[in-house]
């Protein structure tokens, strides 16, 4: 008979005290640390305070923390450095920079510590609106937080949509428009109309202005719940929108894509998805939590759902596969009959 293992604290303890690692990041991004630092064989303390006007004391308690959780290096006199990966994904500018897409992350912070509430109402502890147009500037983050994002999945979402010779591609709740900027610019012959709400898109209009894509990617102010889809359309994208959607929604959704279509038209759902049991892929599951926090309807859905919810609209050739990693999303792909 072989002997169990002893039971420690150890990994209740680590999670219980996992988000001094997030507060962490969160502060040195926001500081302007990681960009001040960035591409410099080193800075001292002084150095540091002195440029970002920041308190020493504090500052170097900060900056030793990074060090400890791997974000910074220090040498042995005291300089510190950018670790590779915070180099490559958290200074401003870079192509990788991950710094606008981590302030979503940011900005449901306190949304978290109020999950018990959740479990008590079942509905969301803050204003969904905070970050769809009442608050101008949670709502201006949100949406550079997706375009951060997007821009970050581009090369592993791009080449996984049939958009070969199409011509015309709706893009419903594409929020900053980066992915129908992106497939336009693959895609030479496709123009993109992208559907969201009035303050969303207005801020798509900018960020499609400064890619040179507005000749082929517009914006259409509107709810993607009441406002006709155009007809005609060749490809119709749900690109990390649907998790914010009901079971009822989602059906709809599908059911005007699917009468927007042309025969042979294609409709993508990029999400987080789960398997049958809901629990897994871990990410998901917790995902799932912070949509419920912040949205009426936030969940994630299984692949076996978003499935037989295709299916039902009247699509056929229903593919689900996951993205490559490290991205957590699954990508569904499914088509109109010719006839």
Not at 21 to 35: I, M, N, P, R
Not at 50 to 78: M, N, Q, W, Y
Not at 219 to 226: A, F, N, R, S, V
């Amino acid at each position: 008979m072989s002997e169990r293992k002893p039971v420690t604290p150890g990994r209740i303890m680590d999670m219980a005290s996992a988000f001094f690692e997030s507060a962490a990041l969160f502060a040195a991004s926001d500081l302007g640390v990681f960009k001040q630092l960035a591409g410099s064989e080193g800075m001292s303390l002084a150095s540091l305070a002195d440029a970002l006007k920041l308190d020493p004391h504090g500052l170097r308690l900060l900056l030793d923390a990074c060090v400890a959780i791997g974000l910074l290096t220090k040498s042995e006199d005291a300089q510190y450095r950018n670790a590779p990966d915070t180099e490559a994904f958290l200074v401003p500018g870079k192509r990788g920079d991950l710094s606008q897409a981590i302030r979503y992350n940011r900005d449901v912070y306190d949304a978290w510590g109020h999950l018990a509430e959740l479990a008590r109402t079942g509905k969301p502890v803050e204003c969904p609106e905070l970050h769809l147009g009442d608050d101008p500037n949670r709502t201006r983050d949100f949406v550079l937080a997706i375009h951060g994002r997007a821009l970050a999945m581009a090369p592993l979402v791009i080449p996984s949509l049939d958009l070969a010779g199409r011509q015309r591609l709706l893009d419903a709740g594409g929020g900053p428009g980066t992915f129908a900027a992106l497939a336009a610019q693959a895609n030479p012959g496709l123009h993109c109309t992208v559907l969201d709400l009035p303050e969303v898109a207005a801020i798509a209009g900018e960020l499609i202005a400064q890619q040179g894509m507005s000749d082929r990617v517009a914006t259409l102010p509107g709810d993607y719940h009441t406002t006709p889809f155009p007809d005609g359309m060749d490809a119709i994208n749900f690109l990390g929108v649907l998790h914010q959607e009901s079971p009822a929604s989602i059906r709809d959704l599908f059911t005007r894509a699917y009468a927007a279509l042309k025969p042979g038209g294609v409709v993508h759902v990029l999400d987080m998805m789960t398997d049958a049991s809901h629990t897994q892929p871990r990410f998901s599951a917790m995902f799932a939590v912070n949509m419920a926090l912040t949205t009426d309807n936030g969940w994630v859905f299984s692949d076996c759902e978003v499935e037989q919810w295709l299916r039902e609209a009247g699509f056929e050739r229903i593919e689900t596969t996951p993205l490559p990693a490290p991205a957590p999303h699954w990508l569904a792909r499914a088509y109109r009959p010719l006839a």
